[in-house]
């Protein structure tokens, strides 16, 4: 069984620009949701995709958008990239529905360091 | 709002003592809680969960954690530390909107002296 897995493990971007980061989820789970880790803190929620719609956000600005895609996978874009964005970007996949208590399973992360 | 509280950045032990880490949390419904563990520049690996079953939960590597409603706290204990488990622990409770996202803590750092 396949793990989640996300791509690219780092990335430098200069603020302005736009970055679009990968998560695959983990095989037979449905559902992905996407958390910000500032260094030094615990991750916050950005948004969940079920079904290929968004399931949910957190208090992030509209710049943060994503998609999910019919084999489940799904991006994270973030748009107009500032400072703050500088930060551990987890995705974790969970099988919705099958009564599990929901529980996540989460990727390795990626690193943005935005300069 | 349900919220999750880390009591203590840091915490450092001898290798083969006991490890108490405190969470307390606020929920205005009966909490799903969580422990997840976090090595060194990797993602979140689940420890344990509780779910209102048995209050007293076991989890992986050794540790476990117990539900107390009164006190409203989830802490997490191993009897003796090893130096492997020397990493970030988080606490988090799943929300109550269709989402169930996780609300995690700040995190407590956990150190092993040999």
């Known amino acids: 069984e396949t793990g989640v897995t996300q791509s690219p493990t780092h990335l430098i971007k200069t603020r302005g620009q736009q970055v679009t980061l990968r998560c695959s989820s983990q095989s037979g789970h449905n559902t992905v949701s996407w958390y910000q880790q500032a260094l030094g803190q615990g991750p916050q929620f950005i948004f969940q995709y079920y079904r290929e719609e968004e399931n949910g956000r957190g208090n992030f600005p509209p710049r943060f958008s994503g998609l999910q895609f019919p084999n489940y996978s799904s991006e994270l874009n973030v748009n107009a990239l500032e400072l703050d964005d500088s930060a551990l970007y987890l995705c974790?996949?969970?099988?919705?529905?099958?009564?599990?208590?929901?529980?996540?399973?989460f990727g390795p992360g990626t690193r943005l360091t935005v300069t | 709002a349900q919220s999750v509280t880390q009591l203590g950045s840091h915490v450092s032990v001898s290798e083969g003592a006991l490890v108490l880490l405190r969470c307390n949390y606020s929920s205005s419904v009966p909490p799903y809680l969580f422990w997840y563990v976090q090595y060194p520049n990797q993602g979140l690996q689940l420890l344990l969960k509780y779910t209102s079953a048995a209050t007293l939960v076991k989890g992986i590597n050794g540790f476990e954690a117990e539900f107390k409603k009164s006190e409203t706290s989830f802490h997490l204990t191993k009897p003796s530390a090893h130096m492997s488990d020397a990493a970030e622990y988080f606490c988090?409770?799943?929300?109550?909107?269709?989402?169930?996202?996780?609300?995690f803590g700040s995190g407590t750092r956990l150190l092993v002296r040999p």
């Open positions: 974790a996949s969970s099988p919705r529905g099958r009564g599990d208590g929901y529980e996540q399973y």
């Open positions: 988090a409770v799943r929300g109550m909107d269709s989402s169930y996202k996780l609300i």
